[in-house]
């Protein structure tokens, strides 16, 4: 994606076709309305979630 011949745009529609295979196995989480604070709790407490069900 360093190609100095692109545009921005273009960068980034290549990026998401190269990610586009991962959107299954993800977690989409928006936090435009989060401060870090409540972002940061908000991680902690998905990982440890995430983390008991492995056990």
């Known amino acids: 994606m360093s190609d100095a011949n692109i545009t921005l745009e273009e960068a980034i529609r290549r990026e998401r076709e190269a990610l586009a295979s991962l959107i299954g196995i993800g977690h989409h989480i928006d936090t435009s309305a989060l401060r870090p604070n409540a972002l940061r709790a908000f991680i902690k407490?998905?990982?440890?979630?995430?983390r008991s069900l492995l056990n």
């Open 45 to 50: 407490d998905f990982i440890a979630e995430s």
